[in-house]
């Protein structure tokens, strides 16, 4: 098996399929309409609101996580939560959550954080209420710490995965979804807006960006490579320029699933195909194979 033949197997395995696809579209788009007929009396399906997250971005990945919507909620609701007294982004989160178990009683919803979680059988829908700003930014709900707005700008980050999409040859979303396996079986506590922005840093200067799937053994060993370079660094998030810290709780996988690339790398330079797929496996498992 060639390089290029394994590793097109391996995104092609961490693809949905077409009807995962479809339940997950027809789960946030219940979940959209039902808060659209509440706060905006319609009954759209996508109106003031968009999917960020992986769904958002193209870069999900089997098997189903999360459907992430940011929702738009209007003026007057801002203005209606700022006369109360206390924690008023948990508040709103709670009348979110209020407004959406009319429609999925029997669904064990809960708030927390910045979202609320709709948990369906197969999919996770989790709704994010914001508010427009003039400068094209949100502020959605901090529950910690008392309470607080934080910007975000989903549509930023949209355009700087594209550009860097398109600017390799769709080597960052192939990237991105490649390291999100490795997350997912190897169980490393890294999040995956992290990877995203990480894979966009790597791909700026790494000297193969923009090759074909020839090179992604390369690529996977040299990303975790850079990975681990940036142990207890920070990233910044596109258009607020939140600084996020990456800490240090994934470093050491980072650096056995670095290890087990450098094999299998070599492995498939000597022309030992199935060593290279044992190794590969202890980092994707059976999404790749042998």
């Known amino acids: 098996m060639s390089v290029n033949d394994r590793f097109k197997a391996l995104l092609s395995n961490i693809t949905l399929t077409d009807d995962q696809r479809a339940d997950g579209a027809i789960k946030h788009h219940g979940v959209r309409q039902c808060l659209n007929k509440y706060y905006w009396d319609s ?26 919507v940011l929702f738009q909620l209007p003026h007057a609701v801002y203005q209606r939560f700022q006369t109360r007294i206390g924690n008023k982004q948990s508040a709103l989160l709670q009348e979110v959550k209020t407004v959406l178990q009319k ?58 995965i594209e550009e860097s999409n398109k600017k390799t040859g769709n080597n960052t979303r192939d990237l991105v979804r490649m390291m999100k396996c490795w997350q997912q079986e190897c169980s490393v ?56 810290a990456l800490g240090s709780d994934w470093k050491s996988r980072a650096e056995s699933a670095h290890a087990r690339a450098v094999k299998a790398c070599q492995y498939e330079s000597d022309g030992m195909p199935y060593s290279a797929g044992q190794e590969w496996q202890k980092i994707f498992g059976y999404y790749i194979p042998l």
């Open 103 to 160: 429609t999925y009683p029997t669904t064990d919803m809960r708030g927390d954080g910045q979202v609320v979680v709709v948990p369906f059988a197969s999919f996770r829908v989790e709704v994010v209420p914001a508010f427009l700003l003039d400068n094209g930014q949100y502020w959605i709900c901090n529950t910690h710490d008392g309470g607080k707005h934080v910007a975000t700008d989903p549509k930023r980050e949209l355009e700087k």
């Open 189 to 244: 506590p890294i999040k995956s807006f992290h990877i995203e922005l990480l894979a966009m840093g790597f791909l700026d200067q790494w000297e193969y960006a923009g090759k074909t799937a020839v090179y992604y053994d390369w690529m996977v060993r040299d990303f975790l490579k850079y990975l681990i370079s940036k142990t207890n660094s920070y990233v910044f998030a596109p258009g607020t320029i939140e600084l996020m």
């Open 43 to 68: 009954t759209s399906e996508t109106a003031n609101s968009m999917l960020i997250g992986s769904w958002g971005k193209s870069t999900r990945v089997r098997p189903p996580r999360d459907v992430d």
